[in-house]
């Protein structure tokens, strides 16, 4: 073999070739044979490492380095093309903002015209008629890189982008410009199209036209709330100054204001809604200090300026208003879920944009409603007498249960005098109308006591007043009540413990079920607990509550678990559009033999409990079924009766207000009375509405076989003991007649803890020691807790 075929040889083979032996036949034969055996096995074994790397070479020659930057710098340039060719087409509109303002139209129940809401505050000043470090309050709260930047976040529209792409809605991110457009170009829509135009007419604007004349309008052009656009109406309404008189803690004021006007209102504003506003109205002044364009000396001797009262608005007098306004507050709730909004937008949305709005208000209930609290409240105060009777404010709210409507609300005496909506605020006690969520919450739980009972109707409790509260581990959780009048009852039924509204069982209650579950249960039921705490002192119902929502969780009572969420709206059209509410009617929140237990003990409270004078012996009742609960809160702050038919839910409450300063007040000695209770005239306002609109008279159809509602299927022993403690019908009322004794119920009581007997006796019925003196005047029949 020549060297060069040896070569040739190893280069085929991978090795230098065998030597020839015997049996190889001749030479060149035996290299050519060995080496092609070679050359096919270093080929099986490259095939090999192929085969198994075959995926990642793919997926390496089509995701190069290269190829991923080609692609995203053509992204980019086409981006860029994009907008350069959007900048080029997209001229700065005529303003429209005020072109767009049209009278909404509000129509009761049966179409007949409620009220034409349209006249815009608006008066345009100019900027040098604006104090400067007023306009400076409006930069440190919207945008403090206002005078350098280029009139665009382009992160936060891309943000913006993102969110509105992603279904999250709109958050912050706008400049002034940005905003100033948005109100003076274009409008509230959150779509992907508004919000380019937004960013190309912004930058376009911030060229041609000057920092100062962009802060104009965009201080002339937002919405402050009242109704008022522009800071000349706003400084009229808010502090009745004109804007050049504003000074640096009204403007900052006004400045927070522009992001959720109506929620920081202060006239109206929830005590959350107070707080938030004093804290941006810091901020708007903290920043100020930062940019130094105030004396921190100065910004530390600052106090809030509290604004005025709302100024009447002509045609919303009576209870108008009150329509009008929950009406406006429930559609921007749904707007600002259903397209993305925020609070400010929404309510620029609403306000003077030719909406046509629907309420459920039907005019007969209406004008029963407000003639109830004419002849059974209003008519038995002397303001000229009593100063106490100036401070008396009186708030209700009818629902149907089936439908979820509003069909009737008192907000106040006039919507122009009293602009808080009694009805809507959330600002005073439910004080025991609370209870019944509470057995709610327990027997949708299958809660039990300390001493593993189930707790029904039937189930015995201590009703000691101030007895302290125990834990599971029979601890004292430093939680003792007094019962009113501090009267003790010794061994009583749930039953009757919410016949006679004794705070003692249910104090206990809410911790043998679990104060956490009690607080998910009063939500799922309507309530808004917000971020309360899972406190015992929440079974006394402590925390705020509106009318309106309590007659939503009666409502759910009387609908049998499922959810009723109240609602003013029929419908809302804008522009041959109607906008879509959510039902009213919920989904099911608690079993129906959870509520209609609880109902069935709520007849007794009516039968023969805190409400007996003013609903059960009502001369109107015509045996009808009732179930309800009474309440007062500590100190007479407030009085309640929230009680239903099976077609209608009302609640009604009394609240005490000083007449100078709004603030909360005792009701002591309201009308000559030694106190206002729910049993009182909250329960017989109650009554002539109800009884005067009622339908036909049917009965509850309750899938229950607990509670004062149902007949009895159990009868005590009569060899039962008999003891001296107060009985299971004892009153914390100030009994105007002989106490009665309690409801029938369908099993044997068991026995619970905290103070457990081997063999529970019912008592036959005595009067609860403490106070027991009967009411010196017939318009306060009961008194209840």
């Given at each position: 073999?020549g060297?060069?075929e040896?070569?040739r040889a190893?280069q085929?083979g991978?090795?230098?070739?065998?030597p020839?032996?015997r049996s190889?036949g001749t030479?060149?034969?035996g290299l050519?044979t060995?080496?092609?055996?070679a050359a096919r096995k270093a080929a099986?074994?490259?095939?090999?490492k192929?085969?198994?790397k075959?995926?990642?070479s793919a997926?390496r020659?089509?995701?190069?380095?290269?190829?991923?930057?080609?692609a995203?710098?053509?992204?980019?340039?086409?981006?860029?093309?994009a907008f350069?060719?959007?900048y080029?087409?997209i001229?700065?509109?005529?303003?429209n903002?005020?072109?767009q303002n049209?009278?909404?139209?509000?129509?009761?129940?049966?179409?007949?015209t409620l009220a034409r809401?349209?006249?815009t505050?608006r008066?345009?000043?100019?900027?040098?008629?604006?104090?400067k470090?007023?306009?400076h309050?409006?930069?440190?709260?919207?945008?403090?890189t206002?005078?350098t930047d280029?009139?665009v976040?382009?992160?936060?529209?891309?943000?913006?982008?993102f969110?509105?792409?992603?279904?999250?809605?709109k958050q912050?991110g706008?400049t002034?410009?940005?905003q100033?457009?948005?109100?003076?170009y274009?409008?509230?829509?959150?779509?992907?199209t508004?919000?380019l135009r937004?960013?190309?007419?912004?930058?376009k604007?911030?060229?041609?036209?000057s920092?100062?004349d962009?802060?104009?309008g965009?201080?002339n052009?937002?919405y402050y709330?009242r109704g008022d656009?522009?800071i000349?109406?706003?400084?009229?309404d808010y502090?009745r100054?004109d804007?050049k008189?504003?000074?640096?803690q009204q403007g900052a004021y006004?400045?927070?204001?522009?992001q959720?006007?109506?929620q920081?209102?202060?006239?109206?504003?929830?005590p959350?809604?107070?707080?938030?506003v004093?804290?941006r109205?810091n901020y708007?002044l903290?920043?100020?200090?930062?940019?130094g364009?105030?004396?921190k000396?100065?910004?530390?001797?600052m106090?809030?300026?509290?604004p005025?009262?709302?100024k009447?608005?002509?045609g919303l007098?009576?209870?108008?208003?009150y329509f009008?306004k929950?009406?406006n507050?429930?559609?921007?709730?749904?707007?600002?879920k259903q397209?993305?909004?925020?609070q400010?937008?929404?309510?620029?949305?609403?306000?003077?944009?030719?909406?046509?709005?629907?309420v459920n208000i039907?005019k007969k209930?209406?004008?029963q409603?407000e003639?109830s609290?004419?002849?059974?409240?209003i008519s038995?105060?002397?303001?000229k007498?009593?100063?106490?009777?100036k401070?008396?404010?009186?708030?209700a709210?009818?629902v149907?249960p089936?439908t979820?409507?509003?069909v009737?609300l008192?907000g106040?005496?006039?919507y122009t005098?009293h602009?808080?909506?009694?009805?809507?605020?959330t600002?005073y006690?439910?004080?025991?109308t609370f209870?019944?969520v509470i057995?709610?919450a327990?027997?949708?739980n299958?809660?039990e006591?300390?001493d593993?009972?189930?707790?029904g109707?039937n189930?015995?409790?201590d009703?000691?007043?101030?007895?302290?509260?125990?834990?599971?581990?029979g601890?004292?959780v430093?939680?003792?009540?007094e019962?009113e009048?501090d009267a003790?009852?010794?061994k009583?039924?749930v039953q009757?413990?919410?016949?006679k509204?004794?705070?003692?069982v249910?104090a206990?209650m809410g911790?043998?079920?679990?104060?956490?579950k009690?607080?998910?249960?009063?939500?799922?039921?309507?309530?808004?607990t917000?971020k309360?705490?899972?406190?015992p002192?929440?079974t006394?119902?402590?925390?705020?509550a509106?009318?309106?929502?309590m007659a939503?969780v009666?409502?759910?009572?009387?609908n049998?678990?499922k959810?009723v969420t109240?609602?003013?709206?029929?419908?809302?059209?804008?522009?041959g559009?109607?906008?879509?509410?959510p039902?009213?009617i919920g989904?099911q929140?608690i079993?129906?033999?959870?509520?209609d237990t609880v109902t069935?003990?709520?007849?007794?409270?009516?039968?023969?409990g805190?409400a007996k004078v003013?609903?059960?012996q009502n001369?109107?009742?015509?045996?009808?079924?009732?179930?309800g609960?009474t309440?007062?809160?500590?100190?007479?702050?407030?009085a309640?009766f929230?009680?239903?038919?099976p077609?209608l839910v009302t609640?009604v409450?009394?609240f005490?207000?000083?007449y100078?300063?709004h603030a909360q007040?005792?009701?002591?000695?309201?009308?000559?009375?030694?106190?206002?209770n729910?049993?009182g005239f909250?329960?017989?306002?109650?009554?002539e509405y109800?009884?005067?609109?009622?339908g036909?008279n049917?009965k509850?159809d309750?899938?229950t076989?607990?509670g004062?509602?149902?007949?009895?299927?159990?009868?005590?022993?009569?060899s039962?003991s008999?003891?001296?403690?107060?009985?299971a019908?004892a009153?914390?009322?100030k009994?105007s007649e002989?106490p009665t004794t309690q409801?029938?119920?369908?099993?044997p009581?068991?026995?619970?803890s905290?103070?457990?007997?081997?063999?529970?006796?019912?008592?036959?019925?005595?009067?609860?020691t403490?106070n027991?003196?009967?009411?010196?005047?017939p318009l306060?029949p009961?008194?209840d807790?």
């Amino acid at each position: 073999m020549g060297r060069a075929e040896e070569r040739r040889a190893r280069q085929r083979g991978g090795r230098r070739a065998a030597p020839p032996t015997r049996s190889s036949g001749t030479p060149s034969e035996g290299l050519a044979t060995g080496g092609r055996a070679a050359a096919r096995k270093a080929a099986q074994g490259k095939n090999g490492k192929k085969n198994a790397k075959g995926g990642k070479s793919a997926i390496r020659r089509l995701f190069t380095w290269k190829k991923i930057l080609g692609a995203f710098l053509g992204f980019c340039l086409l981006g860029i093309g994009a907008f350069i060719v959007m900048y080029m087409m997209i001229d700065i509109p005529k303003g429209n903002a005020a072109a767009q303002n049209q009278s909404n139209i509000y129509k009761y129940s049966d179409g007949s015209t409620l009220a034409r809401v349209g006249k815009t505050n608006r008066e345009i000043v100019d900027l040098s008629k604006v104090p400067k470090p007023v306009q400076h309050t409006f930069v440190a709260a919207e945008n403090k890189t206002f005078y350098t930047d280029a009139g665009v976040d382009l992160k936060g529209t891309a943000r913006g982008i993102f969110n509105t792409l992603s279904g999250k809605g709109k958050q912050g991110g706008s400049t002034i410009t940005q905003q100033y457009v948005k109100n003076y170009y274009l409008d509230q829509d959150q779509t992907i199209t508004r919000k380019l135009r937004e960013l190309v007419i912004s930058l376009k604007v911030d060229r041609q036209t000057s920092k100062d004349d962009i802060l104009a309008g965009y201080i002339n052009t937002s919405y402050y709330g009242r109704g008022d656009y522009g800071i000349q109406a706003a400084a009229r309404d808010y502090y009745r100054v004109d804007a050049k008189d504003l000074s640096v803690q009204q403007g900052a004021y006004l400045a927070a204001l522009l992001q959720a006007p109506s929620q920081y209102d202060w006239a109206v504003a929830t005590p959350t809604g107070k707080k938030l506003v004093q804290e941006r109205w810091n901020y708007v002044l903290n920043n100020m200090v930062e940019q130094g364009w105030l004396n921190k000396t100065k910004r530390d001797a600052m106090t809030f300026p509290v604004p005025k009262e709302p100024k009447a608005v002509p045609g919303l007098e009576g209870q108008k208003g009150y329509f009008v306004k929950l009406a406006n507050q429930q559609l921007e709730k749904q707007l600002i879920k259903q397209e993305g909004l925020t609070q400010d937008e929404a309510e620029a949305r609403v306000e003077n944009s030719g909406w046509t709005i629907t309420v459920n208000i039907d005019k007969k209930k209406q004008a029963q409603l407000e003639k109830s609290v004419k002849t059974q409240l209003i008519s038995q105060l002397d303001p000229k007498k009593r100063t106490v009777d100036k401070n008396v404010q009186a708030g209700a709210a009818s629902v149907d249960p089936k439908t979820g409507k509003i069909v009737a609300l008192y907000g106040g005496a006039d919507y122009t005098k009293h602009y808080i909506s009694n009805a809507n605020r959330t600002d005073y006690q439910p004080a025991s109308t609370f209870k019944p969520v509470i057995l709610a919450a327990a027997l949708e739980n299958a809660s039990e006591t300390q001493d593993g009972k189930a707790i029904g109707a039937n189930t015995i409790y201590d009703g000691t007043s101030k007895r302290q509260v125990v834990d599971s581990n029979g601890d004292k959780v430093g939680f003792g009540p007094e019962n009113e009048d501090d009267a003790d009852y010794g061994k009583v039924t749930v039953q009757t413990a919410m016949d006679k509204s004794i705070n003692s069982v249910f104090a206990q209650m809410g911790v043998d079920v679990g104060m956490d579950k009690v607080l998910e249960t009063a939500t799922k039921m309507g309530m808004d607990t917000g971020k309360l705490k899972a406190l015992p002192a929440y079974t006394l119902g402590t925390m705020g509550a509106s009318p309106i929502q309590m007659a939503g969780v009666y409502a759910t009572l009387d609908n049998h678990g499922k959810q009723v969420t109240p609602s003013i709206i029929k419908s809302a059209e804008q522009g041959g559009t109607e906008v879509q509410m959510p039902d009213p009617i919920g989904e099911q929140v608690i079993s129906r033999e959870a509520a209609d237990t609880v109902t069935s003990v709520l007849t007794g409270v009516v039968d023969d409990g805190t409400a007996k004078v003013s609903v059960a012996q009502n001369a109107a009742r015509d045996g009808r079924k009732v179930a309800g609960k009474t309440g007062t809160s500590d100190d007479n702050l407030s009085a309640w009766f929230t009680g239903y038919t099976p077609d209608l839910v009302t609640s009604v409450g009394l609240f005490g207000e000083d007449y100078k300063t709004h603030a909360q007040s005792k009701m002591y000695k309201t009308a000559g009375l030694p106190r206002v209770n729910g049993g009182g005239f909250p329960a017989q306002i109650w009554a002539e509405y109800t009884f005067g609109v009622a339908g036909e008279n049917t009965k509850f159809d309750l899938d229950t076989d607990q509670g004062a509602a149902v007949k009895p299927s159990w009868t005590p022993s009569p060899s039962a003991s008999v003891s001296n403690s107060p009985s299971a019908s004892a009153t914390t009322e100030k009994p105007s007649e002989t106490p009665t004794t309690q409801a029938p119920t369908t099993k044997p009581p068991t026995s619970s803890s905290p103070s457990p007997t081997n063999s529970p006796s019912i008592s036959p019925p005595v009067t609860p020691t403490g106070n027991t003196s009967p009411p010196e005047n017939p318009l306060d029949p009961n008194d209840d807790q």
